[in-house]
């Protein structure tokens, strides 16, 4: 049991990464638990405090595109979209270079490799300071929502990790959207922080989502039940049953007595990821019979908001899952 450290001090963060311990840190979208992705057992350690049943692969975060180039061997597209996205909440799966030195643990056996720069100022600072490269899925234990707080982190992984650092609340609030650059054409993974229209745009092309196999996830953390809050979820909701919370969206919220969230009062969805899973785990907390969930339209961050949701609602499958 490690008694862990709540701090803002980079350097320690960094020093603490650099021999090998587990450092969670925020971006823009999540928090993530930070190792030295270069270290095998620093991300074998990820991997174990998290629960996580099987080796997925993990995001390898580096402080600029060059970093990552020298990671990844980057297609005409791979290269268009990091330069115009990175730093933000995208992640591009390209191969790994022959020389790359990433924990081949952090690819889960495939010859591939995810790559992010994140737009957070203690993130870089702390890829900077440490002088590696990062892996981090999202803080959480296996199986619960992503952590958007220090304190979120605190409560899943609190004993099993070295030390959070502490950035406040994170921006977008959903995780990055994930490409692969892999064939003929880029095909989304995941929908995620980073709205498919500003990718389609940049990319000149309407994009493909990878089709769902949970025998084979294409991204293999897409498994269905990855999102999970311990109640029951009940999506499209118009209207609320006694005991249930209710998860709101937009001005126009049925009439409930009870316990209520609303992702964004005016509707609008960029608040709505930014507010989601904070919003889920207080709900969560309360341990209501089940969460009704009103309806989210599909447009920019809507598609990433309904996929977290569908997800949480699906049924549990958490023994070959992750999160
Ligand atoms: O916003 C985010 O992406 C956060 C922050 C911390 O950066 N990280 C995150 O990591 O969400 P994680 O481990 O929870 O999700 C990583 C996703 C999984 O769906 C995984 O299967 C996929 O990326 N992935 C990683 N490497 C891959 C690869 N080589 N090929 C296909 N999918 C990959
Ligand atoms: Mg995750």
Same mark, same amino acid.
């Given at each position: 049991?490690?008694?862990?450290?709540?701090?803002?001090?980079?350097?320690?963060?960094?020093?603490?990464?650099?021999?090998?311990?587990?450092?969670?840190?925020?971006?823009?979208?999540?928090?993530?638990?930070?190792?030295?992705?270069?270290?095998?057992?620093?991300?074998?350690?990820?991997?174990?405090?998290?629960?996580?049943?099987?080796?997925?692969?993990?995001?390898?975060?580096?402080?600029d595109p060059g970093a990552a180039e020298?990671?990844?061997?980057?297609?005409?597209?791979?290269r268009?979209?990091a330069r115009?996205?990175w730093? +933000?909440?995208?992640?591009?799966?390209?191969?790994?270079?022959?020389?790359?030195?990433?924990?081949?643990?952090?690819?889960?056996? =495939?010859?591939?490799?995810? #790559?992010?720069v994140?737009?957070?100022?203690?993130?870089?600072?702390?890829?900077?300071?440490?002088?590696?490269?990062?892996?981090?899925?999202?803080?959480?234990?296996?199986?619960?929502?992503?952590? !958007?707080?220090?304190?979120?982190?605190?409560?899943? =992984?609190?004993?099993?990790?070295?030390?959070? =650092?502490?950035?406040?609340? !994170?921006?977008?609030?959903?995780?990055?959207?994930?490409?692969?650059?892999?064939?003929?054409?880029?095909?989304?993974?995941?929908?995620?922080? #980073?709205?498919?229209? #500003?990718?389609?745009?940049?990319?000149?092309?309407?994009?493909?989502?990878?089709?769902?196999?949970?025998?084979?996830?294409?991204?293999?953390?897409?498994?269905?039940?990855?999102?999970?809050?311990?109640? #029951?979820?009940?999506?499209?909701? !118009?209207?609320?049953?006694?005991?249930?919370?209710?998860?709101?969206?937009?001005?126009?919220?049925?009439?409930?007595?009870?316990?209520?969230?609303? =992702?964004?009062?005016?509707?609008?969805?960029?608040?709505?990821?930014?507010?989601?899973?904070?919003?889920?785990?207080?709900?969560?907390?309360?341990?209501?019979?089940?969460?009704?969930?009103?309806?989210?339209?599909?447009?920019?961050?809507?598609?990433?908001?309904?996929?977290?949701?569908?997800?949480?609602?699906?049924?549990?499958?958490?023994?070959? +899952?992750?999160?």
């Amino acid at each position: 049991m490690l008694d862990t450290l709540l701090t803002r001090d980079v350097a320690l963060a960094a020093s603490i990464i650099k021999h090998g311990g587990l450092v969670a840190f925020p971006t823009e979208t999540v928090y993530g638990l930070g190792a030295d992705a270069f270290n095998d057992r620093a991300v074998a350690a990820v991997f174990a405090a998290k629960g996580r049943p099987q080796f997925n692969p993990l995001i390898t975060h580096v402080a600029d595109p060059g970093a990552a180039e020298a990671l990844g061997a980057f297609p005409a597209v791979a290269r268009d979209l990091a330069r115009r996205f990175w730093p +933000g909440p995208l992640t591009l799966v390209v191969e790994r270079k022959a020389e790359c030195p990433v924990s081949l643990l952090a690819s889960a056996g =495939l010859s591939s490799i995810a #790559l992010r720069v994140p737009d957070h100022p203690l993130a870089l600072a702390l890829i900077r300071e440490a002088g590696v490269a990062l892996v981090a899925p999202s803080a959480n234990r296996s199986g619960c929502i992503s952590p !958007t707080t220090a304190e979120h982190v605190m409560a899943s =992984l609190a004993g099993r990790i070295d030390a959070v =650092l502490d950035g406040g609340p !994170t921006a977008v609030g959903v995780e990055s959207t994930v490409i692969s650059c892999l064939g003929d054409e880029p095909v989304i993974l995941r929908p995620g922080g #980073l709205a498919r229209a #500003l990718v389609e745009e940049a990319a000149g092309r309407t994009l493909r989502l990878a089709a769902e196999n949970p025998d084979a996830p294409s991204s293999p953390g897409q498994l269905q039940s990855h999102y999970a809050p311990r109640a #029951l979820l009940r999506l499209g909701a !118009t209207t609320v049953t006694e005991g249930e919370a209710l998860l709101a969206f937009g001005p126009d919220v049925p009439a409930h007595a009870g316990a209520m969230e609303n =992702l964004s009062p005016s509707g609008n969805v960029n608040e709505a990821a930014a507010n989601l899973f904070a919003a889920l785990h207080r709900l969560d907390a309360l341990d209501p019979a089940a969460i009704a969930v009103m309806p989210i339209p599909e447009t920019g961050l809507g598609e990433a908001i309904n996929d977290r949701l569908r997800r949480a609602a699906a049924p549990r499958v958490r023994a070959m +899952g992750e999160a």
